[in-house]
């Protein structure tokens, strides 16, 4: 069965920090990848995602991930954090076959900028 | 992109009773899903809502627990029948869009639940 795993449950940077959260995934064959952000009080939205080409991906507010896949990783990166990228991340995917596919979620990381 | 919306936005229930939340798109979708998201975890897929069929629910979730509608392409209603405290989540409805060669999945603001 597919499953995400995202080992850091809780991270704490201070402003201006670099960020890597850390995504692998379980599944053989092609995949979709995606970087959801749940802001406080606020709904869940999407980062970014990889389907097919460029495995570094670039997208909102300033945050990319790269897709390894010799890895099974897709790490989302930000080269300097904001108080305001204070959030929970999740990291998903889903099989690559059909347009129709279900996504499963990783268990999210806590993100917590001190200002 | 696709705007959605769920009703009610929150609700406090008592055990054995049931509670029917329902979730309008503002664009026909051929997919809808339902996920529950459980306190302090992740999003768990509860179902996949089909236009003019039965759901298909994944392991774990019934059809008599969870009942879910879909009559068209820009509603669907979930219901979260004979509640105990162990329901206590977030359901959150969400639809998937294609385009090109990719899609995206937009997600409601969710119904928080606490069933007492």
């Known amino acids: 069965a597919q499953s995400v795993s995202q080992h850091n449950h809780h991270v704490i940077l201070s402003e201006a920090a670099s960020l890597e959260l850390g995504c692998n995934y379980s599944y053989g064959g092609t995949v979709n990848l995606f970087w959801y952000v749940q802001y406080p009080g606020q709904h869940l939205q999407l980062l970014l995602k990889y389907f097919s080409g460029d495995p570094l991906v670039k997208g909102i507010k300033g945050f990319e991930a790269e897709f390894i896949k010799s890895k099974f990783s897709f790490n989302l990166r930000k080269p300097s954090v904001q108080w305001s990228d204070t959030a929970e991340y999740f990291c998903?995917?889903?099989?690559?076959?059909?347009?129709?596919?279900?996504?499963?979620f990783g268990s999210g990381t806590r993100l917590s900028i001190r200002p | 992109s696709a705007v959605i919306s769920q009703k009610p936005s929150r609700d406090i229930c008592q055990r054995g009773t049931s509670l029917t939340i329902q979730c309008q798109v503002d664009?026909?979708?051929?997919?809808m899903f339902w996920y529950r998201q459980q306190p302090g975890q992740s999003l768990t897929l509860i179902a996949t809502a089909n236009q003019g069929s039965e759901a298909t629910y994944e392991s774990g979730f019934v059809i008599d627990k969870f009942p879910i509608s879909r009559p068209n392409l820009t509603f669907s209603t979930l219901t979260v029948s004979n509640m105990s405290p162990e329901d206590s989540s977030i359901y959150l409805c969400?639809?998937?869009?294609?385009?090109?060669?990719?899609?995206?999945?937009?997600f409601g603001p969710g119904t928080r639940l606490t069933v007492t």
């Open positions: 998903a995917v889903s099989p690559g076959y059909s347009s129709a596919s279900k996504i499963i």
């Open positions: 664009s026909q979708v051929t997919m």
């Open positions: 969400s639809v998937q869009l294609a385009g090109g060669n990719s899609y995206e999945q937009y």
